[in-house]
């Protein structure tokens, strides 16, 4: 059925779309805006003084390049293929979203923005968000679902203690999709001065190709680092997927290797058979959300449904419209691992490898530690340990029944 | 010529502003929300703009939002929106209804499906926040085609080079969205909708509406007088929300709340130009 193309990196088209997904689906007060933001991204990606800046910190603030590192306990546990993780987790902030917040950040200034607004989840994105805006004074205001902020208290004082302000929003869900509806409307009642900085390849255009344009730094950097390490590029490789930026990030540059499986892991909560999962893709069907066409948890009257997943990071019943695309046009695999897989591969983890993963990535490694058993010793398959733990102890407690 | 040129054309011949009202479809359960669109025509409401409730209304406040939730609660959907307007046809044939809301759930019915279902309910008009031109040909062609005309919202962001764009293929009334912002919040000053509204005259013949942020009797009366017509959402939503109990159940009286207040609008709009005849 699938055909393939020349090329999986060549998109979005003139008016964002990736296939029938993407696009600007927005009021008619915003479309101003975004072509200010298209045309701003466009030159400043061009200009070599932008670019300039954007490494700098990002080698002396971020702390990148980020280690490719061979996990070689998870590899002998498993006793198939060879194990990497590329460490994002290892970045100023402990995710990868600081590669994102920066560009973004560095983007407003630009444009002579003076003041940032952002949406989070997990409050990775907020916490990454007010530490640029911080870095450069400049005024944050995140919005954030009420439940969330109940279940990732550290990352809601850390964004305080940065001097951003907090707004929790308790409409819908009181989650992620919430907290985006909150920033689109500060966005709208505040053109003139405000940059919404998204934190995932979603959105409007031209949100999804330059949120996965500022995280490709991880797939670029990973090429070369396998490449010291075997000589070779890897077969697969497996990251978690809620909005889609990290996995965007890593996947994009490997799209059009030929041989290169590559494989997102979304949030299957409860199980993808019952009503309580965040997996857009394998339990979802398409629809229009937060400016794009793309895969959406909705029921039959199109009215969006809740996502759930332990993980607050990957709780979106949406995901990146290029996801969507390259979902059917066949070229990446989507699969799901529940809550409870993912708490198994997190305890793994931390006594294995000694590392803490957040529990978004843990569901990538769950994954992993179902199919890298069966693959030769041969084979490489890389991660992405997109963020660390520390900010879940308290959920992870809770679901083991310990009291902190 | 359809129920909004007509309209429209009365609404000219009387040499006043129109009063365009909007409910929320299925608010605050069926059955009063159906007594309110039946009686919303003799209160005075030259144009009914009725909302198609949805999960996450980002271009509207709390009140419209909750309203949103009210109806969905309560079992509304599209099937039941498009019902309530062919139920509303048989006695009132007059009346234009346009339709406000969000594309989600038009994708999820179908475009060709909704348009063609729309027009036989007798819809006359779509105002779909979230579509702009550029993605809007799977549904307006099939809707075009079913006789339903597409509102184009013009907000105070918008050049005048998109302006020409906007009102390209747009029929029945150009919407301007008055602030920078969801509905129900700030109001913008009448001088600066005037220099709009011209600004937007200049491209096209076609009347224009102003909406967001009209709330009281006295601001809708002073819009109709430099705009074709005020658009009011929020504050008849309100009276809604106040006749009802904690639990969104209704308290007291719904229908009497509402349609009194539509009335007052309607009183402010008609005697605002008398003022200036005299």
Redesign the interface.
Known sequence: MTETLNTYRAGPDE?GHFGIYG???????????LREVEEAYETAKADPAFRAEFNNLMTHYVGRPSPLYFASRITEHCGGAKVYFKRDELNHTGAHKINNTLGQVLLARRMGKTRIIAETGAGQHGVATATICALFGIPCVVYMGAVDIERQKPNVFRMKLLGAEVVPVS??SSTL??AM?GA??DW?????DTFYVIGTVAGPHPYPAMVRDFQSVIGIETREQIMAAEGRLPDTLVACIGGGSNAMGLFHPFLDDDGIRVIGVEAAGDGIDTDRHAASLSGG???????N?TY?L?D?????AEAHSISAGLDYPGIGPEHAWLHDSGRVEYVSATDTDALDAFQLCCKLEGIIPALEPAHALAHVLRIAPDLPSDHILIMNMCGRGDKDVFSVADALGVEI | MSRLEARFAALRAEGRGGLVTFVTAGDPNIELSVEILAGLPAAGADVIELGMP???P??D??AI?LASGRA?AAGQ???RTLAMVAAFRKTDNETPIVLMG????????GPEKFAADAGSAGVDGMII????P??EAEFSIPARAAGIDMI????????DE?ITT?VENASGFVYY?SV???TG??SAAVSDIASNVARIRKQTDLPIAVGFGIRTPSQAADVAEVADAAVVGTAIVEQVADALDDHGVPAGDVIGNTLGYVSQLAEAVRSARDGNAL
């Open positions: 008016n696009g600007r689906y927005v009021a008619e007060t915003l479309t101003p805006l409409s819908g999709k919430d509806n689109l409307r709208v009642a505040h053109v003139d069907s398409p629809g229009v959300l937060h400016g066409r959406l909705q039959d009257d199109g009215q969006i | 949805f999960t996450d980002m271009a406040g709390p939002e969905l959907n599209m099937v969000y594309y989600n759930p038009i994708y999820a019915y926040v979230d579509l702009p550029e993605e184009r919202l013009v907000a105070p962001t918008t050049t998109r906007l969205v920078r912002g969801i919040t700030s």
